[in-house]
């Protein structure tokens, strides 16, 4: 970077800083140390927030790319997983994946928190709720955009359990004043980082009635329920469908395989590596952090039936007239196909 275009990123970091410093803010009671930031209608901690409005400045995707987007610990990892192997299965076969000794997270960067290592890939995530997106960003410009959204209720246990882990490893006290319900009524507030989560889904379900051939909405309890089919749905959308050649082959359930918990678990990149988009981002996290159970339903080993109630009744309220039904409610899964 020259030293004129050194100057004039510090004067944009700075304005970012200052606009920053006039929102909204709530203390979040998952982390001791971080207020949370209302923008747009959201809620971020501060180091997140200030990637995402340089993001929204200076990050145009390729054309032609697909941008994975999610609420956090809904399926990102899993998504990035999936994608890019089927992606690049023509280079590198299942047995011969990158996956295999580089982490989801850095085969397929969030843009907003790693802009550089982002630019130019045709493959790239991010946690951006939809009406925040960069413009170019966006259905409308044409990029193609991946949204995977998971029941709310074992959203708020999968978040509280990330969080409190993370808070543990920076402080062996941490997690003694992180319960579960404190976080479980910030999550029905909707004051939950990158909250409310509703609005999140709501966004990206819009924009795949507006444009259905550039939003694929994917549900955590469909890809776990129907995989293969999933994946092949997946494969279509981003533009490298399955030949019947490859399936004989098994390409489909390798890659299955490849990306399941249990395998991706059991890497070395897993037990040893830490997550670290950029330089500046104040922790790391570890890899492993990002893979515990991986299953449907967890949530009733956490919350009450009435707190699983609460929150089915606040989700039905806020998408009523959407067209989204509760897809992760018993009831609903023959009509989510
Ligand atoms: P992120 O948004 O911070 O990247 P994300 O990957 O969306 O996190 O969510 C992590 C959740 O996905 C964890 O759920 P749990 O806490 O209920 O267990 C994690 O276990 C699950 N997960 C990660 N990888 C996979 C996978 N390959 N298959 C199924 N679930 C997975």
């Known amino acids: 970077m020259s030293k004129t275009e050194q100057q004039k990123s510090t004067a944009a970091d700075e304005g970012i800083k200052q606009l920053v410093s006039t929102l909204p803010t709530k203390p979040d009671c998952n982390s001791t140390t971080n207020?949370?930031?209302?923008?747009?209608?959201?809620?971020?901690?501060?180091?997140?927030?200030?990637?995402?409005?340089?993001?929204?400045?200076?990050?145009?995707p390729e054309p032609n790319s697909t941008i994975l987007c999610s609420y956090p610990k809904t399926g990102t990892t899993?998504?990035?997983?999936?994608?890019?192997?089927?992606?690049?299965?023509?280079?590198?076969?299942?047995?011969?994946?990158?996956?295999?000794?580089?982490f989801p997270h850095d085969c397929v960067p969030f843009f907003e928190l790693a802009p550089s290592v982002a630019r130019n890939k045709l493959l790239v995530a991010t946690h951006i709720p939809y009406t925040s997106l960069p413009?170019?960003?966006?259905?409308?410009?044409?990029?193609?955009?991946?949204?995977?959204?998971?029941d709310p209720k074992d959203v708020v246990v999968?978040?509280?359990?990330?969080?409190?882990?993370?808070?543990?490893?920076e402080d062996d006290d941490g997690d003694a004043d992180m319960g579960i319900e404190e976080a479980f009524e910030q999550f029905c507030e909707g004051n939950s980082v990158a909250g409310p989560y509703?609005?999140?889904?709501?966004?990206?379900?819009?924009?795949?009635?507006e444009f259905p051939e550039r939003v694929l909405f994917v549900r955590y309890e469909e890809l776990k329920r129907e995989t293969e089919r999933c994946?092949?749905?997946?494969?279509?959308?981003?533009?490298?469908?399955?030949?019947?050649?490859?399936?004989?082959?098994?390409?489909?359930?390798g890659i299955i395989d490849?990306?399941?918990?249990?395998?991706?678990?059991?890497?070395?990149?897993?037990?040893?590596?830490?997550?670290?988009?950029?330089?500046?981002?104040?922790?790391?996290?570890h890899n492993s952090s990002f893979y515990r159970k991986g299953e449907v339903g967890d949530w009733r080993n956490f919350l009450t039936?009435?707190?699983?109630?609460?929150?089915?009744?606040i989700m039905a309220d806020r998408f009523a007239g959407s067209g989204l039904g509760l897809w992760f409610s018993a009831s609903n899964q023959e009509t989510t196909n």
């Open 231 to 253: 994946v092949k749905a997946l494969a279509d959308f981003l533009g490298c469908g399955f030949s019947l050649e490859e399936e004989k082959q098994g390409i489909v359930q």
């Open 78 to 102: 899993w998504l990035k997983a999936l994608s890019f192997a089927i992606t690049t299965r023509t280079h590198y076969p299942p047995s011969q994946s990158p996956l295999l000794s580089r």
């Open 158 to 169: 999968s978040l509280w359990q990330f969080q409190r882990k993370q808070k543990k490893e």
């Open 135 to 150: 413009a170019a960003a966006a259905a409308a410009s044409g990029c193609k955009l991946a949204y995977i959204c998971r």
């Open 198 to 209: 509703w609005d999140h889904v709501l966004g990206y379900w819009r924009a795949s009635l």
């Open 305 to 313: 039936e009435e707190m699983g109630a609460r929150l089915d009744k």
């Open 258 to 285: 490849l990306c399941s918990i249990e395998s991706l678990k059991g890497l070395d990149v897993t037990k040893n590596g830490r997550f670290a988009p950029t330089e500046s981002m104040p922790y790391t996290i």
């Open 35 to 60: 207020l949370l930031y209302q923008y747009q209608g959201f809620w971020y901690h501060q180091f997140y927030l200030e990637h995402l409005i340089a993001a929204q400045t200076h990050f145009t």
